[in-house]
């Protein structure tokens, strides 16, 4: 999904990484949807180029974890999360060769981190562009899902590094054994 604010910005919103509540809070400041779903890519958002463009992102191994227990729970997913982290292919989960979970993040798109305090960064972002503060309430939270680090074992992480060792190393995330 894309939120814009004319002027102002335009929020790609990055799955699993606090994207609807993010999104539900910039919509309370007057922004709207110019895309659907998930599926938008910057090729999409080109008539927009004047905004700022920004996007969140999560912790991998968290990420993972929630999208994972998600459809598992919503469809009994019949493969471990090990054959998940290494097969799974859907386009709002990963694009890309090799596969991201950061599809929005290039050059030019400004990155609110999840672990950075979502809702103070987008705060000072939103200062930035002389824009009201906002407040992130939970929205589209994964039912039920234990810390991730509970999820992981030696194989779990081996298919993690494998896949996504990429998107760690990119966004500074330590690799955990």
């Known amino acids: 999904m894309a939120v814009l604010l004319r002027g102002k910005f335009l929020y790609l919103a990055t799955p699993r990484t606090g994207s609807s509540a993010t999104a539900v809070a910039l919509k309370k400041l007057g922004a709207r949807s110019v895309h659907g779903g998930h599926h938008v890519g910057l090729e999409d958002v080109r008539p927009y180029k004047g905004e700022l463009i920004f996007t969140t992102i999560r912790n991998p191994y968290d990420v993972l974890v929630s999208w994972y227990v998600r459809i598992h729970r919503t ?29 929005h993040c290039h050059e030019g798109v400004e990155v609110l981190r999840w ?52 998107d760690l190393d990119t966004w500074g995330y330590e690799r955990i054994s």
Do not use: C, M
């Not at 469809?75 to 709002?92: C, G, K, Q, V």
């Open 75 to 103: 469809n009994d997913f019949p493969i471990s999360l090990a054959e998940f982290l290494r097969t799974y292919e859907h386009e709002d989960f990963t694009r890309g060769d090799p596969p991201t979970l950061f599809y």
């Open 115 to 166: 672990e950075d305090g979502l809702e103070a960064s987008l705060n000072v972002l939103l200062k930035k562009l002389e824009l009201e503060p906002a407040t992130l309430l939970p929205e589209n939270v994964t039912p039920k899902k234990k810390p991730w680090r509970e999820y992981y074992d030696d194989e779990t992480l081996q298919a993690v590094h494998e896949r996504f060792g990429r």
